[in-house]
């Protein structure tokens, strides 16, 4: 049986990302093949397909580290054909094939179950985007960070993290600050409960080691002098989660925030987390996110477009979330 992927090869003829159709004897091994019925494309993805920094470890690869579908064969206890599925990282889309495909076969335990009532469409309009979106918000809730206890600062809030991560705090309550480059979201990011928007060029310059103390939270998703920034002005025992490095993987701060206010800088990861919690922020998504404002974040593409869709994240250029559907 053939099936049709978004592949990177690089060789003698360099490298190169195209739409191919593979035959299913080149999946690599695995316990589980699940027929893929939706995809979505991450920063990390567009990193991949771009060529912008090196994400792919193996060639030929078939990129996408996230899918939703539907189990077609399993040699596994835990999955049977018919179950519906989703995958999130475990170097899927980095170090063994990925999602941005008609096709996967995987291992049985990077799988989950689809949390009812979730579609196919709407766990890849979360995807690992508003899956580390429930990461950061978990993270902020485990360090004691409540409702009505002060600003949260949300950075990147037109990406796929910073609007799932805005959405799910403003509906527990939260008084969300978003940061955004692209001011002409501002009615987007009321729209999903930020109550103020401010311009990242007032956080994405080199800042001082200490600032007026504003944050009792932040989520940060660029890195760089803006997560910085971002933790020389949190509160007194506040708490940041880091994310993402969209602007850089520098840290160009301080120890001041920490040793003299009592910040927490909380890493949150993705791909590697243990199963019990990445079930648990699985959970929480599927009873707790507005499933209508999800329909405003995300935008459904099909496999053909890709390519210059990635090209356009890495730009900067998109909002919100992107849904591939791998069968269109």
């Not at 003829?13 to 690599?28: F, I, N, Q």
């Not at 990406?159 to 939260?174: E, F, Q, T």
């Amino acid at each position: 049986m053939s099936f049709n992927a978004i592949v990177i090869r690089k060789d003698e003829s360099g490298y190169r990302v195209a739409k191919e159709e593979l035959d299913e004897s080149t999946l690599p091994e695995g316990d589980v093949l699940v027929a893929i019925d939706h995809s979505t494309i991450n920063y990390k993805d567009g990193l991949a397909i771009t060529g912008k920094a090196p994400i792919a470890r193996i060639f030929p690869l078939v990129t996408g580290i996230d899918f939703a579908g539907t189990v077609r064969e399993s040699a596994s206890g835990d999955f049977g054909p018919g179950d519906r599925v989703v995958l999130n990282g475990w170097g899927v889309g980095e170090t063994h094939w990925g999602g941005l495909s008609q096709l996967a076969r995987v291992k049985a335990d990077w799988l989950i179950p689809l949390p009812a009532p979730l579609t196919t469409r709407q766990a890849m309009a979360i995807g690992t985007a508003g899956y580390t979106s429930m990461l950061c918000v978990m993270a902020l809730e485990d360090h004691g960070v409540e409702p009505g206890g002060g600003e949260i600062l949300v950075t990147g809030a037109s990406g796929g993290v910073g609007s799932i991560a805005i959405s799910l705090l403003a509906k527990r309550g939260y008084t969300v600050v978003a940061s955004t480059g692209k001011t002409s979201e501002a009615d987007y990011l009321k729209l999903l409960g930020a109550a103020e928007i401010i311009d990242r060029a007032t956080l994405s310059q080199p800042g001082k080691p200490l600032a007026k103390e504003r944050w009792a939270g932040v989520i940060d998703t660029v890195g760089g002098a803006t997560l910085a920034n971002a933790c020389a002005a949190t509160r007194y025992g506040g708490v940041v989660a880091a994310c993402g490095m969209a602007q850089s993987l520098d840290f160009p701060g301080s120890v001041a925030p920490f040793i003299l206010r009592g910040v927490t800088l909380a890493g949150v990861d993705s791909v590697q987390c243990p199963m019990p919690r990445r079930l648990k922020a699985w959970e929480r998504l599927a009873a707790e996110l507005d499933l209508d404002q999800l329909e405003a974040i995300a935008t459904e593409i099909g496999l053909d477009e890709v390519i210059p869709t990635a090209q356009q994240l890495i730009e900067g250029k998109v909002r919100g979330r992107i849904v591939v559907d791998v069968n269109r």
